[in-house]
């Protein structure tokens, strides 16, 4: 197994600093993507304590696999799912706790997604509404589920195409790392083939560039640091309204 990786994130058209942060750990074959929420510098704070604990952890977890973890293992996962959902609680943690004794980070936050490839499998972890899809044969694929107040409406069927369009809270997310001492972590399992990309990213991509044109660019591109950047020119020349985070891992067989 090898993975091809590349990385960018951009602050926008419209921010005037950067709250997202990205994580690529080659060693570890993890990889990351964390939106902060928060104002000032505390989504900044926030989306770099997610990485860089994810990132510890399976630093730590790699050197010593009988060190204790912070968390108990779930049953119903296997080492690797369990692994992943607790780099992620140990994440929000560390966010809540922060946020909990510093007054000027209270109620700071951020989104994460996460993949590690292990062996012939994907793991991807999610916390909020940042995205994973995967490439393959020409069609992009979502892999995660947002954890935002639409769509939490758009699965009870209560919208109309058009007031879709003109929801009024689509940023509003529901579940995030640093809002609760306990979190709930998304685990699901791809199973990867040869050249297959795993794109991941913040909603300043997704919110701005549409599946379709995503698809468009890795098509197009398969230098994965040219299709990254222009992932990241198309949503800015859509109005860049967010900051914009994008990583893409190709996987490769031998």
């Known amino acids: 197994m090898r993975i091809e990786v590349a ?3 951009h602050v926008g058209m419209k921010r005037n600093h950067n709250e997202d942060n990205f994580l690529v750990l080659q ?12 104002g000032h510098s505390s989504g900044e704070i926030a989306s770099r304590i997610a990485v860089d604990e994810l990132g510890e952890f399976y630093r730590m977890t790699s050197r010593d696999q009988d060190c204790t973890w912070p968390f108990k293992m779930d049953k119903a996962r296997n080492y690797d799912e369990n692994r992943l959902a607790t ?8 966010i809540y706790e922060r946020a909990s004794t510093e007054t000027k980070y209270k109620g700071m936050g951020t989104t994460i997604v996460s993949v ?3 062996g012939d499998v994907a793991y ?30 758009l699965k009870a069927k209560k919208l109309s195409p058009e007031e879709i369009e003109n929801f009024p809270h689509k940023n509003v997310i529901v579940r995030a790392l ?8 998304d685990v699901s399992r791809v199973e990867p083939q040869d050249g297959d990309v795993f794109l991941l990213c913040s909603d300043g991509l997704s919110g701005m560039v549409t599946d379709a044109q995503m698809q468009d660019i890795l098509q197009r591109t398969p230098e994965l640091d040219k299709a990254c950047g222009q ?16 990583v ?5 067989l031998s």
Do not use: P, W
């Open 124 to 153: 991807v972890g999610h916390v909020g509404d940042s995205r994973v899809y995967f490439f393959r044969g020409g069609a992009l694929k979502q892999v995660t589920e947002d954890h935002s107040l639409l769509n939490d409406y």
């Open 178 to 185: 640093g809002m609760k001492e306990n979190v709930q972590v």
């Open 7 to 9: 990385g960018s994130t």
């Open 248 to 252: 893409l891992a190709r996987y490769h």
């Open 27 to 38: 060693e570890e074959s993890l990889f990351c993507v964390a939106d902060g929420m928060g």
């Open 231 to 246: 992932l990241i020119d198309l949503a800015n020349a859509a109005g860049g309204n967010d900051n914009v985070t994008c």
């Open 87 to 94: 780099g992620i609680k140990l994440a929000n943690a560390r």
């Open 116 to 118: 590690h490839f292990a």
